[in-house]
């Protein structure tokens, strides 16, 4: 019994922090914008969907609702990132401030999608 209520505000605590960031986006996304790829047509429109997608992410932990489909998105969404910004970032990166900063995004990025894959396959128990 006391293992569910600590993974349940484990997970809770996971969509106030994916849910804040998800506000983060609207309120400032000009500190985010060293972030999208030149490649990615729409410029500055993707900070408001990933916000929306972090808070809808968020949201569905927080109330247990939807749990399996958002984890699994936001797996994706996050491996996505670590793959096609933040790796590319580190390789290619001429500042090594610039450079610490991806490489410890990309460890951030997997990690919390490996626990939203986690959560995902265990939405049932949880």
Do not use: C, T
Not at 32 to 51: E, T
Request: glycine residues 6%.
């Amino acid at each position: 019994m006391k293992e569910a209520i600590i993974s349940r505000i484990a997970i809770i605590i996971l969509g106030i922090v994916l849910a804040a960031y998800g506000v983060y986006h609207f309120l400032k996304p000009e500190n985010l914008v060293n972030y999208i790829p030149s490649f990615l047509p729409g410029g500055d429109v993707w900070f408001y969907i990933v916000g929306v997608a972090f808070i809808l992410a968020g949201l569905a932990f927080i109330f247990h609702k939807q749990v399996k489909i958002a984890g699994y998105l936001l797996a994706l969404l996050l491996f996505l990132f670590a793959l096609a910004i933040h790796l590319p970032n580190y390789l290619h990166s001429g500042d090594l401030e610039m450079k610490q900063l991806s490489y410890i995004n990309f460890l951030k990025d997997i990690a919390i999608a490996a626990f939203s894959l986690y959560i995902a396959s265990n939405s049932r128990k949880l």
